[in-house]
């Protein structure tokens, strides 16, 4: 249990050094649109490959995989609804920082089951899947930056974010370390259900949130950087086997 958690941490600390990047140096907007991009691109991927296809080979059909997609989907957009609500006749600032928060509920709607497949991954054959890791480790930088630049230009303290960012890591660590246990022996239902959730919150994510600011910020470039991604996650996942 002690490995899966160190791994959740490891898995998901990028979030945290986004942050920090966003905070040290500033990007340009045209930067940020271009960062976002490449990392929807990763996501993108890590979706196909590495939760909606392992989620249908789980041998449970589609009957998990499709309730946990659109499971995870509703609870985003219900959740991000709220977050938006704030935003409605209130400062601009205000509306900057909910842009940045719905990114982090993004990042932590999907951190929390996809950390548990990680410790999940341990109970194979005692070993972590190198293709998952990484797709969660560079994925999660651009997600990093993007949400603490939208934080950090509504006015928000160094202090403030790096303890967000803390407690979102610490969360999805101990989701992994939860999976690790609580999946041992799970059905297929089960399995295909947390992998689908995981996938459905992070793809309403990048339609409301990550693709629309990134095209914003960096106009049609974005449609190759996003594909750039892809195919960089989906090289990582060939050469995992």
């Not at 410790?119 to 990484?134: C, E, F, P, W």
């Not at 560079?138 to 997600?143: K, R, Y």
């Not at 939860?178 to 459905?200: E, I």
């Not at 793809?203 to 049609?220: D, I, K, R, V, Y």
């Amino acid at each position: 249990m002690g490995e899966a958690f160190a791994w959740g941490l490891i898995g998901q600390s990028t979030l945290l050094i986004g942050g920090l990047i966003s905070l040290w140096r500033p990007l340009s907007r045209r930067t940020l649109g271009l960062v976002m991009a490449f990392g929807s691109g990763v996501l993108l991927s890590a979706i196909s490959f590495e939760l909606i296809e392992k989620a249908i080979e789980t041998n449970d059909g589609l009957r998990g995989t499709t309730l946990g997609f659109f499971a995870g989907s509703i609870v985003f957009s219900v959740c991000n609804r709220l977050l938006t609500r704030r935003s409605k006749e209130q400062p601009e600032d205000l509306a900057t920082s909910t842009a940045g928060l719905t990114i982090v509920l993004g990042a932590l709607l999907d951190g929390i089951p996809e950390s548990a497949v990680l410790g999940l991954t341990l109970l194979d054959d005692g070993r972590i899947s190198a293709a998952m890791l990484v797709a969660v480790f560079i994925s999660n930088l651009p997600e990093g930056v993007a949400a603490t630049a939208g934080l950090r230009d509504s006015g928000w303290s160094t202090g403030r974010v790096v303890l967000l960012w803390s407690g979102v890591i610490l969360v999805s660590a101990l989701s992994a370390a939860v999976g690790y246990v609580a999946l041992d022996g799970a059905s297929s239902y089960t399995l295909a259900f947390v992998l689908a959730f995981a996938a459905g919150a992070i793809l309403s994510m990048l339609a409301t949130s990550m693709m629309p600011e990134a095209f914003g910020h960096a106009g049609q470039i974005v449609g190759t950087i996003t594909v750039f991604g892809f195919a960089v996650a989906m090289t990582v996942n060939w050469l995992q086997g």
